[in-house]
């Protein structure tokens, strides 16, 4: 018996060893297991998007507080970080994942969990905005969603409000001087939604205070605002201010890619679709499902979750819309709604909605057009025919960039396109809000990112918005210059941070060049030997001996 014992206490200790041998140390010993190299997709000078080999970037210091909380918190537990490369999960979440991403991620948070949707790619495809009123409540934005609430991560300061001739306002109290200046030239709106919750946006720094004199505004109501006596400021603690960046950065590794991403690139425009009264319920299901917490269940954009959202969820009721192949003044047709419904509206609260099934999505537009009488009483003008863009050039790009001048654009996009122009910090919509011109240097356009989106954008201007059309005004040569001008404003930028990219200008040149394909992750270029790609496609990477991608 003890020689059994023995063997059997030998043989557990072998296999413990293989296994730590085999799971521990020979990963380590594969070369990509310490390359900090990865596939991005980058914007290249004409506007195309390519891929190309980069270093990965680590994390800054509040990236890192945020990956502490994430930890901290079992966020986990429920969420995985890994796109395999089975199952069509590039489909889904984006291109599959590389070593290189996990450079800097010790201990790892792979996870093989997904009670929650996997957050390797969620980077970018919501507004901080989002994040905030998601971790405040999920069930604000995501209405089935089984995740807890984070309050704990916010501050909460609970004040009565006193009647003016102006409306209510705050009463004066020394815990606001905590988180304001009380500067009174500036005001600080904010808007409370129907319980009195009101939350307030963090400064860039994530430091309080905010600088000016927080005011009270309940436009969003129209002419039947909540009869509030008190309200509840919701501040978020610097733990989470890290904590959104740091879901931010998921993904941000792999560049541009999302331009590139078919599921979310749809283009449709001539679409009819028929308005049957099975429609009808299983939009009203969707809707109730996806879209009550931050557009409301009268579609007036009053849900729950639009204290927290910035620019405000669209009102339904009016009947206008931003995104549209129709003419200025117009309603949108089906296939419109249906895009923005697909795509999303980027670095908006907006989410892309392609993982939902087509009838879901069909069905959820039918259900919307019943909230104005605009859809009753109008049709829908012909869709705007827009030409093949014409080739793309430097002397194009720079005629472009001329023009951005002349038309004036920088008052409110800026000199270099950041959204910084003197006209930005007064800019409104139609119903008074604050509006901020889109930032080109991201990469981060809201009506799509090609340069026919962009092209459509200037022709058919955005109803609603300061941003009109320019058909009258610019031929359509020169609006098609502007366009490609606007893209190559993020050319070799970071869409997270708008910094340049450290690219050889060889390997500039060749990605420039039509004769770089470079259209897949596998097939991007290596900036050490740029003439790689030339002509012709290259072949797949061995990754390490006998394995190829």
Partial sequence: MKSIGSLAVGAGFFFVTLAMFVQGFLPAMIPESRSKLVSRAVRTDVGDVKWVRYDASDYTPLERVGRGVYIREGCWYCHSQYVRPVTGEDLRWGPVSEAGEYAFDLPHLLSTRRIGP????????????WHYAHHWDPRLVVPDSIMPSFKWLYTRVRLPLRKTDAGPALTPSDELKKYFTMK?????PLY???????????????QWPLDGTPVVDLK??????????RVTLVFPTQELVGLVRYIQKLGTNRGAWREVFEPQTVGVSVMNIPRSQDFLSLGREVYQARCVGCHGKEGDGNGLA???????????????????????GSLPT????????????????????????DKERLAVVTYVKTFSSRWKDEQPEPAATINDPPKATAELVTRGKDLYRKAKCFQCHGDGGKGDGVSAPDLTDDHKFPIRPADFTRGQFKGGSTVRDVFRTMTLGLDGSPMPSFADSMSEEERWAISYYVLSLSAWKDPLTGDILNLPAAARAALNSPDVVADHPRFALDPARPDRLAGEKAKPRTLYPGIRE
């Fill in 118 to 129: 996997d957050l390797t790619r969620v980077g970018l495809k919501y507004g901080d905005d």
């Fill in 184 to 188: 009174p030239e500036t005001s600080i």
């Fill in 192 to 206: 409370p939604n129907a319980e009195g919750v009101t939350f307030v946006p963090p400064p860039a720094n994530g």
């Fill in 220 to 229: 969003g109501f129209g002419d039947k605002p909540p009869s509030l006596e």
């Fill in 306 to 328: 639009a204290t927290f959202l910035s620019p405000r969820p669209r009102n339904f009721t009016l009947g206008v819309f931003k995104f549209r192949t129709t003419p200025s």
């Fill in 334 to 357: 089906d296939g419109d709604l249906y895009r923005t419904v697909t795509r999303g509206v980027r670095w908006t609260a907006m989410p892309t909605w392609h993982e939902l099934p």
